[in-house]
């Protein structure tokens, strides 16, 4: 029988994460954007969900729950919902931690896993997106030189997630001549190598409480060790999809948010003796937005699924974050028209919603799910 609705310990997940979402993202999403800066604070209160560190086995630190990208989905939605900026600076340590899992070699597990497993928490992320207006995951600058029993790392990242602090970052390269997926690998590099430079925060149009940094690697010299999954490489199909999904997911819970906001702004506003929302065109807005958010809804699940059982996800992960990247930004569109002019004030939190969803539609590589 195929199942369409969640487990009663994912619905626990939910349930526990909209209630932080609610009390303790929610309310800082506008001065986070506002100041650009994400606090210490709620970063550690989040990490003490165990978002990261039930997933990493117990031989490493961690709880040694079951890897699951379905109940990761689940869980981004929710904490997307209260605030996607944040989201994405909570979970950006399971971009560099979860690839080690799934694919890094007894060694790497042993020395990177274990940092994720403490009481506060622990910045590290994945350093995929490129400076070109026409990136494509499959088409990197980027590049890794063998030379000897070391690689040669040069090019430029951009959108790296909390970059500022981050102790490793893992960065996607390319290290042969092949195209596509199989000419991609990716490797450990930490924040105090030689030749990298970290940029400053970037200024970006939406998700400014989400600080993103860029990197220049000038022939950065890493030792082979370093290479995630080591002479066998990366899955990359399923390192790309991972965070394809995660991304879907972000967008899910923004695209929620927007439509749970205006429903009873449309009920409450009064214009020519009635409310807005029994007006044909209004009530029109809200039933396509609940559409949209059903149909990014499913094919995020699906997606997810197909990841949790191991298969290649190339195909659903791609629809799912296309989709989503439409389907979000013509939500918080819809939702701005059905505010009318209250949209464009900031006291209202749907141009905030506006500005990321439109900056969500271009990312790669901020999550994993």
Not at 6 to 15: C, D, G, K, N, Y
């Amino acid at each position: 029988m195929i199942s369409f609705g969640p487990t009663e310990e994912q619905e626990l997940v939910r349930e526990t994460l909209r209630d932080f979402a609610q009390k303790e993202i929610r309310p800082l999403a506008r001065e986070c954007d506002e100041t650009a800066q994400v606090p210490d604070a709620v970063l550690d209160a989040a990490w003490s969900l165990g978002l990261t560190a039930t997933q990493i086995p117990e031989t490493y630190g961690g709880a040694g729950e079951a890897r699951s990208p379905v109940t990761n989905v689940l869980a981004l939605e929710e904490l997307a919902w209260g605030d996607a900026a944040l989201a994405l600076a909570i979970l950006s340590p399971s971009s560099f931690a979860l690839p080690i899992l799934d694919m890094g070699t007894e060694e790497q597990k042993k020395t990177y896993l274990p940092l994720f497993t403490g009481e506060r928490f622990h910045a590290a992320s994945l350093a995929l997106c490129e400076p070109s207006p026409t990136f494509d995951a499959l088409d990197l600058r980027t590049t890794a030189e063998p030379k000897g029993d070391r690689f040669l790392l040069s090019g430029r990242k951009c959108f790296v997630v909390l970059g500022d602090r981050a102790s490793h970052f893992l960065v996607v390269a390319r290290a042969s001549g092949r195209e596509g997926f199989a000419g991609m690998d990716a490797f450990i590099v930490p924040r105090d190598a030689k030749g990298l430079e970290i940029g400053g925060t970037e200024k970006n149009l939406g998700l400014r409480g989400l600080p993103t940094s860029s990197l220049v690697l000038d022939r950065v010299e890493v030792p082979a060790a370093s290479r995630l999954g080591g002479d066998a490489g990366i899955d990359a199909r399923r390192l790309v999809a991972s965070s394809r999904v995660g991304l879907a997911a972000a967008m899910l819970g923004l695209s929620r948010a927007v439509l749970e906001y205006a429903i009873p702004y449309a009920k409450d506003r009064i214009a020519f003796g009635e409310a807005i929302a029994r007006r044909q065109t209004v009530a029109f807005w809200l039933a396509d937005m609940r559409i949209e958010i059903d149909g990014i809804r499913w094919l995020a699940w699906q997606a997810a699924s197909v990841l949790e059982r191991g298969a290649d996800a190339t195909r659903e992960a791609h629809l799912a974050r296309g989709y989503a990247a439409e389907a979000s930004m013509k939500v918080a569109d819809d939702g701005l028209q059905v505010l009318g002019g209250h949209g464009f004030i900031r006291e209202h939190p749907v141009e905030l919603w506006y500005r990321a969803a439109r900056s969500l539609g271009i990312l790669e590589g901020t999550v994993a799910i």
